[in-house]
């Protein structure tokens, strides 16, 4: 249905975003597998899930088959997200942090919540939404941030994250006052 509601023929990336944890989760990933086969989806991701769940669909779809692991990551929610941030860096898989300023707006307090934040980007001459968003992508090159917006300006002052250079230094402060280990 969804296919045929975009108008296309095969959906580049699908998303098994929210799991019925009632059904075995390697049943539902065999699922996403057979449609891959079929050609109605070309690449398949999954969302919301613990390194356990992406061992499954690795497991079931082979060491290159899952393309990406979309979770919540942000400066106050990733103490369930960095192991898999890491796990997904370890195989070759995008890890794509919905939410990555803290979700419906987060973006607007996250410099007064996260004084880190608000000091780099003060020497920056940025905002602390795109060091924020910087820093996620420090975390490697398979990371990638989708931030929501709904205004245009937000829009431009994120993709500045894509240029921002942060110091070793800096990126270390940012870790040590925002990753919940």
């Known amino acids: 249905r969804s296919r045929e509601r975009l108008g296309v023929e095969r959906i580049d990336l699908y998303y098994l975003h929210r799991p019925d944890r009632t059904r075995l989760y390697a049943d539902a990933i065999e699922v996403l597998a057979g449609l891959r086969a079929d050609g109605v989806i070309s ?57 990555p300023l803290g979700g419906v707006g987060g973006g607007h307090g996250v410099g007064d919540r996260f004084p880190v934040l608000a000091e ?35 829009i431009t002052d994120s993709a500045k994250a894509l240029d921002l250079e942060l110091t ?14």
Request: hydrophobic share 45%; with cysteine.
């Open 168 to 181: 070793p230094e800096e990126l270390e402060r940012i870790s040590a006052a925002l990753l919940q280990r």
């Open 43 to 99: 690449e398949i991701g999954i969302s919301n899930a613990n390194v356990e769940e992406v061992r499954i669909a690795l497991d079931v779809l082979g060491e290159r088959g899952l393309a990406a692991v979309q979770n919540e990551f942000s400066p106050k929610f990733n103490h369930t997200s960095y192991p898999e941030l890491r796990f997904c860096g370890e195989h070759g898989i995008a890890f794509v942090p919905w939410s």
């Open 120 to 154: 780099v980007a003060d020497a920056h001459g940025v905002s602390p939404q795109v060091v924020t968003l910087a820093w996620a992508l420090s975390l490697g090159d398979h990371v990638v941030p989708i931030p929501g917006a709904s205004r245009p300006a937000s």
